[in-house]
């Protein structure tokens, strides 16, 4: 057994310390024949500081497309060929989704917005669209608009937005090879006035952008530093007419590395599968990821990707027995 692995056990395991960017390296770089040793351990860390439940949620996008920032990933750039056009939701379409969101025994809904940082107009949106949905259905509103103002983060909290998604994307020193119209720093930002209004964190990224090994491990301890209450892992999906658009999808194995040292990193975090993971993983990765460390899971479509259909996501946690559960209510 490798010794990164029995000092894991000793110290997250036992101890609820993860491991520091060293140790998620030597995780990220275990040979195939300590996977499955990996992601057991990490399920065990799951399981002790997490406990069996899962967080299940479903996404809207609130504004599609015609965003003005050049994220080299996304298919909603206005400054990139892609065919996704810039569209709104009006506030009946917004419920109607938080409803179908929790038919299907989802605990959170979260309103997503492809722009810099929200305008008056979105803020006037969203403070609509919450309360009609809260007025309508029993689910948690999440939200995620871009970068935001200390009066942008006040506004949410008073309108009952409980977590704010902000997403990193990458970790520091790759970040200019990905975004040039904003920085890291401004993004970390947004971050720290979130946590500081009492909004939950919600801060994951996307593996398979151009990154090396190296910098996974970097971006494991950076979002470890943030502490956030959840972090979505996505895999890139390569969408056509944005500068990612070739580039090829992660292994089925390197992403299940990475949740390993992700978990191990963060074991008390919210650990959630978001975009990617179907092309990535499939059917049986899906399995293996839910059994090596990840406790939350995105149900339905993407914002502009298909996902697995909810019945299947809920068949696998129920044949899993891990019960859905609003996590955040109990860690």
Known sequence: MPEILDRAR??????????????ALEI??????????ALQLAHEVRMRWCGPEVEVEGIVSL???GCPEDCHFCSQSGLFASPVRSVWLDIPSLV???KQTAATGATEFCIVAAVRGPDA????QMREGVAAIRE???IQVAASL????????DELVDMGVHRYNHNLETCRSYFPNVVTTHSWEERWETLTMVRASGMEVCCGGILGLGESVEQRAEFAAQLAELDPHEVPLNFLNPRPGTPLGDRPVVGARDALRAIAAFRLAMPRTILRYA????????????????????NAVIVGNYLTTLGRPATDDLALLDDLKMPVKALSQTL
């Open 28 to 37: 990220l770089r275990l040979p195939d024949e300590h996977l499955s040793a």
């Open 275 to 294: 975009g990617g993971r179907e092309i990535t993983l499939g059917d049986l990765g899906t399995r293996d990821g839910l059994l090596g460390g990840i």
């Open 136 to 138: 309508a259905v029993d």
């Open 63 to 65: 504004k599609t497309g």
């Open 10 to 23: 000793t110290q997250v395991l036992d101890g609820g310390v993860g491991l520091d960017e060293a140790g």
């Open 96 to 98: 109607e989704a938080a």
């Open 121 to 124: 107009r979105l803020m006037k």
């Open 146 to 153: 871009g970068m935001l103002t200390k009066d942008q983060v």
